[in-house]
């Protein structure tokens, strides 16, 4: 993951330049949110399912780019007073509060605006009919039908009554759609079978519904220098979680239990997925 991050970081650096004009506050907060933090799993996923299909790097890292971009504008909002009110991310201030809340919004939509532009750059070596098809699936994923519509889910979970399968359901559009999409990215890429599809679906499903759990058992029992952020926020405004729905220890064997199901969802890639099956162990143990 770690040559992932720096690909990417590469990737960004190229794409949201510095600026001394009067766009250079702007460019700032871009560049504060987009580069140097995160795991970058997203980026990662996208571009080991695409080496399972032997698509170029070239096209693969711009799709990968494309997806974070869109995961970055949606930390930057998540942040803000109106939505989530975190003052830490990776463990620095978050946007808004270095850069202000007018330009935390606008650079949220520089970074989503910019995401579409990237995918659809001409020298992306990608052909128009898979490039249309990448944008609407992206589209998708990050809008209403999907990362938009569960978070504004979660924004009304405090004042309604959710129970496990609502919460799965808020926790498949707000974290997996956007897992989801990073892992068909590259079967789309690699023109996969219709089995092919299925199979990786089913594991990033689990993978995104695994990733969950253990972030809300890590806003419970974590280590704030660590996890980065501060922890216990969601309990404290009565966020929906199934830690908190299930219990510390039925989610962690919830959690454990997607963990598997993911894994053998690539049973049919064989040795070709170890590092996709090695990353749902790492995320599972992970701090942070």
């Known amino acids: 993951m770690a040559e992932t991050a720096a690909?990417?970081?590469?990737?960004?650096?190229?794409?949201?330049?510095?600026?001394a004009g009067p766009l250079a506050n702007l460019m700032a907060s871009l560049r504060y949110s987009a580069i140097g933090g995160g795991k970058r799993l997203r980026p990662f996923l996208t571009l080991q399912t695409s080496r399972l299909f032997s698509v170029p790097k070239s096209q693969a890292l711009c799709i990968a780019t494309?997806?974070?971009?869109?995961?970055?504008?949606s930390l930057v909002h998540d942040d803000l007073p109106a939505m989530d009110n975190d003052d830490l991310r990776r463990g620095k201030p978050t946007n808004h509060k270095v850069f202000g809340d007018g330009l935390a919004i606008l650079a949220g939509d520089g970074l989503l605006t910019l995401a579409f532009a990237t995918l659809n750059g001409a020298d992306s070596g990608i052909s128009s009919r898979l490039r249309s098809q990448?944008?609407?699936e992206l589209a998708n994923a990050a809008g209403i039908n999907g990362m938009v519509g569960g978070q504004a889910i979660d924004l009304q979970a405090p004042y309604q009554t959710m129970g496990p399968s609502?919460?799965?359901?808020?926790?498949?559009?707000k974290t997996g759609a956007l897992i989801c999409f990073a892992v068909d990215a590259g079967a789309i890429l690699g023109s996969a079978t219709r089995d092919e599809r299925d199979a990786l679906k089913g594991y990033a499903s689990s993978l995104g519904s695994a990733f969950q759990i253990v972030d809300d058992l890590l806003d419970m029992e974590g280590n704030s220098n660590e996890v980065g952020k501060k922890l216990r926020k969601d309990t404290?405004?009565?966020?929906a979680t199934l830690v908190s729905s299930l219990g510390i220890d039925e989610a962690r064997?919830?959690?454990?239990?997607?963990?598997m199901q993911a894994q053998r969802y690539l049973e049919c890639f064989g040795g070709r997925a170890e590092l996709l099956r090695e990353v749902t162990q790492f995320l599972f143990v992970r701090n942070h």
Do not use: N
Not at 66 to 73: K, R, S
Not at 166 to 173: A, G, P, S, V
Not at 253 to 259: D, G, I
């Open 236 to 239: 404290a405004a009565g966020k």
């Open 253 to 259: 064997r919830e959690a454990q239990k997607m963990t």
């Open 166 to 173: 609502d919460i799965r359901h808020l926790q498949e559009l």
């Open 134 to 136: 990448l944008t609407l």
């Open 7 to 19: 690909a990417i970081d590469g990737e960004l650096e190229k794409l949201i330049p510095s600026e």
């Open 66 to 73: 494309a997806i974070e971009l869109v995961h970055c504008y």
